[in-house]
């Protein structure tokens, strides 16, 4: 199966690899990467990490329609505010007869019911299990999993840069390092703001409403606030003893549809979601069959956002 990949930052470079050790199982290869930066580069072979890159293709239609794939993937940094491009290049890809899958949170967060009904229309398949949390099963665990259950509400710490800048500031250290720390270890947003401020919690935030509880939300409907403002003294001034801050997002079903929030809480020691170490994050789903269920990740890196690009390029591949 070919692939063709629309940017390749350290997640596609991680993707690269790891198809390349598991090529003996599952013969997929990268044939083509469009980037905003360095260009564009096709190679029938098979895209190495090495491979150099030549003039930028004028489109993203071009693109595809050299790369001649059957799968693209959409691994562009985060537009939390209106997804694009990311959700021009999957159109592109729909219009073409190809699968697509995407590691973007936006398009997910402002565009799903759209992009779900005409990947249908279409007869194409369209997986985005790496928006979230990374390669952790959740999209894929309620789809095949949890039949028949009402997602009512969910609450979460799932951006891994905030929680590497609070530890930073628990040691008295600036935000500024904390971001460093963040960038350091290739979990950052390409514009880090995007984690301080919220936007990257709230994308993924109107992404689970929007999968999960039919919520047809954009991040722009969240209500926000960041940890921009903290520093050191603050923090330790809040905390004591027996809290602990943490960028909470939240969702829950009312009357008047799905209500979503992002915002610093001071949370209790005995809340599950105040004693993450790390990069390690925690969904926790209200349903109405099942109470509670939680999802806990250790210390992802970018290598499992990779894995979770390869379980959907296996399920596209055994379903088609």
């Known amino acids: 199966m070919n692939i063709a990949l629309f940017g390749f930052g350290n997640v596609g470079r991680s993707f690269v690899k790891l198809l390349e050790r598991q090529r003996a199982v599952y013969p997929f290869r990268v044939v083509a990467i469009h980037t905003a930066h360095h260009g564009t580069a096709y190679d029938l072979r098979g895209v190495s990490a090495d491979t150099p890159f030549g003039p930028a293709a004028a489109s993203a239609g071009e693109f595809l329609d050299k790369a001649n794939a059957e799968v693209a993937v959409e691994i562009t940094s985060l537009s939390p505010h ?45 997986r985005f299990e790496s928006t979230v949390m990374d390669g952790t099963p959740v999209f894929n665990l309620v789809r095949h999993n949890l039949p028949g ?83 050191p003294h603050a923090l330790a001034n809040l905390e004591g003893n027996t809290q602990r801050v943490a ?9 008047n549809g799905v209500q979503l929030s992002v915002k610093p809480e001071l949370l209790h020691l005995d809340d599950p979601l105040a004693r993450l170490q790390g990069t390690s994050n ?5 349903t109405d069959c099942m109470g509670t269920l939680g999802i806990l990740e ?14 959907d390029l296996v399920d596209i591949a055994r379903s088609i």
């Open 149 to 231: 259950l009402t997602i009512n509400g969910f609450s979460a710490v799932f951006n891994s840069t905030t929680q590497v800048i609070l530890e930073k500031l628990r040691e008295g250290l600036p935000l500024a390092e904390g971001v460093r720390a963040a960038q350091e270890l290739g979990i950052a947003e390409t514009d880090a703001s995007f984690d301080t401020d919220g936007w990257d919690s709230a994308a993924k935030a109107a992404a689970l409403a929007n999968v999960l509880m039919d919520a047809g939300v954009t991040p722009l409907q969240v209500d926000r606030t960041g940890i921009g403002h903290l520093t």
């Open 247 to 255: 960028l909470v997002a939240r969702g829950w079903s009312t009357a």
């Open 82 to 126: 209106d997804g694009e491009p990311a959700i021009s290049h999957i159109r592109e890809a729909f219009a073409r007869g190809i699968h697509v899958i995407t590691a973007n949170k936006g398009p997910i967060a402002h565009a799903y019911r759209e992009l779900r009904n005409e990947a249908s229309f279409r007869q194409l398949l369209f």
């Open 282 to 286: 925690l969904l926790q789903i209200d």
């Open 298 to 311: 250790f210390n992802p890196t970018v290598e499992q956002t990779a894995y979770g690009l390869f379980t």
